[in-house]
């Protein structure tokens, strides 16, 4: 079921969404969930949030899914099943790629001509689509873990 969605998440990407769109769409699609939100809440966490550099639209794409399937729907509930699938989402990603941020991952600053120009001559969006099979598959076995 996970290899599944990261084949998917991969295609959505190759298709024209960013990072952080691909993951929660294939994601909420293998869950069953549809949403005329779905992609739109991702696009500003897309290229490490919006070319900040900050955390990784594979990982917050990932995130964002987590929450959508076991996130709490009213302040009653608890938050800890959802931030201990986070927690470990992170932390595999961090083990398997040494970090979580965009700009350590890609090694360039994509706010600027000369960080965009770099992605592009280095074909660093090759790796993007790594992190976002790897994300999707890990955000899929927590969930059904």
């Not at 290229?47 to 900040?52: A, K, L, Q």
Request: proline share 1%; with cysteine.
């Amino acid at each position: 079921m996970s290899e599944q969605a990261s084949h998917r998440s991969l295609e959505l990407f190759k298709s024209g969404y960013l990072c952080a769109e691909s993951l929660l769409l294939a994601i909420a699609e293998n869950q069953g969930i549809r949403s005329d939100l779905i992609p739109r809440i991702a696009s500003g966490f897309c290229s490490g949030i919006s070319y900040t550099g900050s955390i990784c639209g594979a990982v917050t794409g990932a995130i964002m899914g987590i929450g959508l399937v076991v996130g709490r729907s009213s302040p009653s509930e608890s938050l800890e099943h959802s931030f201990t699938l986070t927690q470990k989402l992170i932390a595999l990603f961090e083990g398997q790629y040494g970090s979580i941020n965009c700009r350590q991952l890609i090694g360039c600053d994509l706010a600027t001509e000369d960080g965009q120009t770099y992605f592009l001559e280095h074909h660093l969006m090759e790796h993007c689509h790594q992190y976002a099979e790897y994300a999707t598959r890990v955000a899929i076995s927590v969930i059904t873990e």
